[in-house]
């Protein structure tokens, strides 16, 4: 069974929604279990356990919160024992334009420093609206584009998981296309 992990940490509780929505992602992916989690409650033994982690943040400054960089600086001594682990990310921010990319851009490089082999999403949830980096979102995700692309993340990671973790090969995300841009 893969196990997801949903990491966030949450300010105003916009990034704690997007979390709820990753995690209804990889619920769809069956024989997954998931466990939800912010920077508060999550311990090491959760990045031990997991086969895989979706890492939230609000955007501070155009980069992840003091929070969650904070989580992840505790974590170094043990730098080696989760290598290799699939990581992805999401965050929102006070507005479009507002560094959310970025902040999965920093949230990603966290990751590939402790091993982790990342991803974005190459599938669109709306017109013009795409996660390549990451779920992004302006404030609270209230649109259908913005929750769908939130879920995709989530199955995405869920479904990485799946052929990597478990070597469910019939889970990989080339066999279960996605209308790649229906608005083309």
């Not at 991803?119 to 769908?148: C, M, N, W």
Request: hydrophobic share 35%; aromatic share 10%.
């Amino acid at each position: 069974m893969g196990k997801v992990l949903i990491l966030y940490y949450s300010k105003d509780g916009n990034t704690e929604k997007m979390a709820k929505y990753v995690a209804e992602g990889a619920s769809q992916i069956p024989g997954t279990e998931i466990r939800l989690k912010n920077t508060e409650t999550a311990s090491r033994e959760d990045i031990i356990w997991c086969d895989g982690v979706a890492v939230g943040s609000p955007t501070h400054l155009g980069i992840l919160s003091s929070g969650m960089k904070k989580f992840w600086e505790d974590l170094l001594p043990e730098w080696q024992r989760i290598d290799g682990k699939i990581g992805c990310a999401f965050s929102s921010q006070g507005g479009w334009g507002g560094g959310g990319e970025l902040t999965c851009m920093s949230i990603l490089t966290v990751l590939m420093n402790y091993g982790f082999l990342v991803f974005g999403v190459t599938d669109y949830s709306g017109h013009q609206f795409t996660a390549h980096y990451g779920a992004v979102q302006a404030g609270e995700p209230r649109l259908d584009k913005e929750i769908e692309a939130c879920r995709r993340l989530g199955k995405r990671l869920a479904e990485w998981v799946a052929v990597y973790a478990d070597g469910r090969k019939e889970f990989h995300p080339l066999n279960n296309l996605y209308k790649r841009n229906p608005w083309d």
